[in-house]
């Protein structure tokens, strides 16, 4: 451009997407951590990017965040690019990292209202914002205590209530629940699905499947730098593959010709249970499943109950990676 | 025009983009190093072995050298007062700068440090903000020195003025001489390396000056050195204010050297930092 010293900031139309990500890299030396990520966040989405420990999502957000430089590729935020107006995605944005990021001396009130004093608070309305989110994230008891006292849950809570301050409509959550346990995970989940019923665009990252499964719209799945796989949490299941037919039986003698009968309609090997009356049928087009309940009427065979079900996202993800260690081994070894 | 009434205009406020600002503003880089360095008052008050260098120092270093260099260098310690006084001030305030580059360093590996980067704040308020709240320090150990020398018999000629305005050009020295210490926080890997490098830039600069001794007694060679020391012209512009309550041309040299130091080392200073990541 010759004709502007300083290009304004590419505004958004109203229609850019909260998060637009091509080809996104960063290598540190010989590691290359992030590995020409696509990503597209719609605004009013949660989005989730799952991975294993070192998959790349902290590097990921963090380029996001403008809090590391970006190699090669791009990213934009609501239409602006990251690397060229990093001044005004860091007002689009509220980041809540992996590791707390509030200021240790200080008490949860001080901290809230230095971070509102710094985005351009009135001393009055810093100190409000401080009590009024410290109430929201119920941490009103504990506003003047020293944060070395905080469980890890309060410190998410607080480190949360810090990224909302000035109310970004997108805020990036990195790994959210991890280390937390069951109920304040539960707790984080219903801030997390109440701060999008608000607007707010959310994306997440997490190494756990069900926090994927729970939370996200969509899912995209990155390991090694590289994203395997995306979509919504049924199409992810549905790309790797069948479901299974299970039918429970009402006699027991019955199993062995309903075997054969499902095997041939289906083409695949059924599985018999150890108690001999329920029949589990890999299912590869769910279009025949009508046929098998045909053939087993016409060959007066009772059927009590039957479910189709889908695989869960473990099954899922040890398809796409071809891993198969458990997220909470890595979590340990970290 | 009626037609418009019934055609409301698009609803712009829903783009989040509009209403941003490309650049903090140097009102709201001011404003911002207000929070920051209230935030490093509040640390300070939570962490009072912060101000020992600047508590302990004056006290100790004041006593020791009037008893054991005051009959070797002046005759007696009542005659060495005036010559080591300022020395000590000088020697202080720059323990005390050191601290400040430690202090950046060690906040550079902090948590926190990731949410100052991420707000739309301007980068300098992160290091000036400190900076600001570590000028407290420096008035501690410009009082408690001064305290400390009338107390063992020192009677500073220059009055209540003279020692208030050396005073203010310790203030305005060390915190000049801060930024080259701050600068040493962002080039260093650690704050273990700050200390180290820093302990290498204070030793020669008090010591090789004229802080403890006449310039005059030392080989030709050294008084080279000693006479280009900054540290020297402010140790003798602290002792022109202090004893004479005159403002000479060595208070001159002084505040120009400070500017000069701040002038190269906080730009430098504020680049490093901005492009650390
Ligand atoms: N500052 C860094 N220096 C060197 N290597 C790094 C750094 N940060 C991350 N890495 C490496 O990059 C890879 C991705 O890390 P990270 O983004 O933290 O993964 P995740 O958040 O998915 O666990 C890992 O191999 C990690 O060791
Ligand atoms: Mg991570």
Redesign the pocket.
Known sequence: MTTLLHDPPTRSTGTAPAVLVQDLV?N??A?R??DHVNLEVTAGEIVGVL????????????MLATLLSIDSGRAQIFGVDVAESPHVVRQLIGVTG?YASVDENLTATENLRLFGRLQGLSRHDARATATELLGRFGLEDAAGRPLRQFSGGMRRRLDLAASLISRPPLIFL??PTTGLDPRTRGQMWDTIRTLVAEGATILL?T?YLDEADQLADRIAV?DH?RKVAEGTPDQLKAQVGSSTLILDLAEMDTEGRAAQIAGRVLGTTPFRSPEGRRLNVPVSDPGLVGDVLVALRQAAIEVTALQVTQPTLDEVFLALTGRDDEPATREEIR | MTATLTAPAPLVRNDPVAGTRTHASLTDGLRQTGAMAWRGLITMRRAPEQLFDVVVQPLLFTAMFAYIFGGAIAGDVAAYLPLLIPGILAQTALTACMATGVQLREDMDKGVMDRFTSLPIARWATVTGPMVADLVRYLVASVLTFTTGIAMGYRPAGGVGGVAASILLVIAAGWSMSWVFAWVGTIASSARGVQGISMMIMFPLTFLSNAFVPVDTLPGWLQAFVRFNPVSHVVTAVRDLANTGTVTSQVAIAVLGCAAVVAVFAPLTVHRFARRR
């Not at chain 1, 991975?51 to 963090?62: D, E, H, I, S, Y």
């Open positions: 960063k540190f030396g590691t951590a992030v991975g294993p420990n070192g998959a790349g999502k902290t590097t990921t957000l963090r992996q990195d790994e990252t190494q990155i730098g």
